[in-house]
Structure formats: C-alpha cells, structure tokens
C-alpha cells in the first residue's frame, strides 16, 4: 500500500480504519507489524472520505481524520490502492454499482459490514466480472456510540477481523488486505461467509437484539419513568448495546434474519426452561443453570485476557 486508500462511510468504523492507518504509518503506535509495514511502505497513504453527508465528511477532514473529501468515484478511485466500505450493509449495493465502473486494475475493495452473505451476493451482482478485486471482512470491534466524532485509532489493536475470501480472490489480495488490517493493530481469521453469519447471530446479533427489545419493552410501559428511575449498574451493563445505532442495526438484523430468527427460537426455548424452573421453585436447578453460564463466561473472559497480554 503506497498511494491512496478511499473509505466510504467516515462513522465509527471507517473514520478508525483511517485513523489506525495514519497512526502505525505515523509511528505513533510501536506494534512489531506497524514498523514492519512501515520498513517495506515507508509512504502514508492519503485517505480520501466518500460518503451521504456532506456535513460527515467536512468534519471528518476537520478531525483530521481524512485528507481531502471526494467528490467522484472516478477521481476518487484514480489511483487507489484499497477502499474499505464503511456504512450499513443495506447501503451497499448501490455503493458497488456505482463504484465499479471506475475501478482500476490494482484496486481492491473490503468491507466492514456485520454480516456477510447478502454482503457476498450484493457483491457479485455489482462486481460482475471483477468479484476478484472484492475481499469481504468484517471488524469485531464496534461500540454503542456512532459518527466521526467517535472514531479512534486504537478501536481496532487487539480486536478480530473475520476475513470471508471469496473463491475468486487472488492469495496475495486476501494476504494484503490481511496486512492491512494487521497494520491496524487487529487479530486476523477467516470464515466461510455463510459460518460467520451463523456464529454472529449468535453472538453479536441476538445480543443486541435482546438488549433493543428489553429497552423497548419498559420504554412503552405505562410506569415506564417509574421503572427507570430505579435501574442502576447492572441494567446499563446489560442494555449498553441498546445505544448502537439504529439504521445499522436494522440492516444487520433483517440481512441476518434467517440465523437470527433460528437464534431467537433457540433462545425462547431456554427461556421457557428458565421459567419452568423458576415455576417449580427449583433451587437446585436454577443454582445449576447460573454456574454453567458463570463458569463458562470467566473462562471466555480469561481467554481474552490471554490474548490481549
């Protein structure tokens, strides 16, 4: 990577992609993978910011988190080397339809989209006969808050990528869009797209879905002020995520909807056994189910501690 990286969609996602670039090209980050990207690239990259909004991408430059604002896909892309696709999935379609006509040979483009097949096949049908150039990705590491103003250049130090390569792409594009994700601090794995969309609806989706409709549940009771007025620290922990953005949100959950709903269903049926329990007054059995769950969580916790050192 030695020219120019365009990011369409400056928010949370794009806006710390491009930030990490800057940084490890900066040296402001001493990670063994940043100075080695920075001995064999030794230029920063220009980043240049597409987007919706006008508004988002001169703060974005104001920020400094982009160096100039793109007005075109066809000046834009003259000469880039990557562009990461940072806005909702349901807005990318449209985004490659009109991006690809102006791609050039040595462009390769990824995303940060939170799922991955409707990713794939919205690719396919805008990429048509350069798919190869289109390595799809997926950064697990967002946060409740949303827009430029919340990008940082550490989100991603220590935090997975989930590559999903396509058949198509070359070794040495799914190796440098790797590097690339490396530079910015993360922990690169691949999935086949269809297996990420189905540990994610269960990890990730149903989650936020559960925390959404908590939320969304005491909101409209009619003591709903009432009820608020009384939770404290294990309500926020438990609803942080109910203050992701909506839209994203929305497009994740119906582009998922197949594995999610099998999550929902799954996760009704545990519910339905918890409630049995506690109907039969069974100490044992709910004393049971909650150190299970205790036990299992610690040890998740641990492994990330591990990793994290």
């Known amino acids: 990577m030695t020219g120019k990286v365009v990011v369409c969609g400056v928010g949370l996602i794009g806006g710390s992609f ?58 834009a892309l003259k000469g880039a080397d990557l562009v990461l696709l940072g806005m909702p999935v349901g807005q990318m379609e449209p985004v490659m339809k009109a991006l690809v006509p102006h791609l050039e040979p040595q462009t390769l483009v990824t995303d940060g989209g939170s799922t991955k097949s409707d990713v794939v096949a919205a690719a396919r049908a805008a990429f048509g006969d350069k798919i190869a150039q289109f390595v799809p990705g997926h950064p697990i590491a967002g ?61 990730s989706h149903l989650p936020h879905l559960l925390a959404f409709a908590l939320v969304h ?29 909506p839209e994203m949100w929305r497009d994740i959950c119906l582009a998922n909807r197949r594995a999610l709903i099998g999550e929902v269903d799954a996760f009704m049926t545990e519910l339905l056994k918890t409630r049995v329990l506690l109907a039969a007054s069974d100490a044992a059995g709910l004393e049971a189910m909650f150190a299970t769950a205790r036990a299992r969580r610690d040890a998740w916790l641990d492994s990330l501690h591990v990793v994290g050192e």
């Not at 230029?43 to 988190?65: D, F, K, Q, S």
């Not at 691949?190 to 990420?196: F, G």
């Open 143 to 203: 946060a409740e808050k949303s827009g430029v103003t919340a990008a940082k250049a550490d989100l991603y130090v220590d935090k997975r990528v989930v590559l999903t390569p396509l058949p198509e792409n070359a070794p040495e594009s799914v190796k440098a869009v790797r590097k690339v994700w490396e530079i910015c601090g993360a922990r690169v794995s691949e999935l086949p797209a269809d297996e990420h969309d189905r540990v994610f609806a269960a990890v």
């Open 18 to 75: 491009a930030l990490a670039i800057k940084a490890a090209f900066a040296g402001h980050r001493e990670r063994k993978s940043a100075v080695a990207a920075r001995r064999s690239s030794p230029v920063t990259p220009r980043i240049v910011g597409m987007g919706r909004t006008r508004a988002a991408l001169e703060e974005a430059l104001r920020l400094g988190v982009i160096d100039e604002i793109g007005t075109d896909w066809a000046s």
């Open 217 to 245: 549940d005491l909101a409209t009771r009619d003591n709903s002020d009432h009820l608020f007025g009384f939770a404290a620290g294990g309500f926020r922990d438990f609803t942080r995520i109910a203050s992701s953005h």
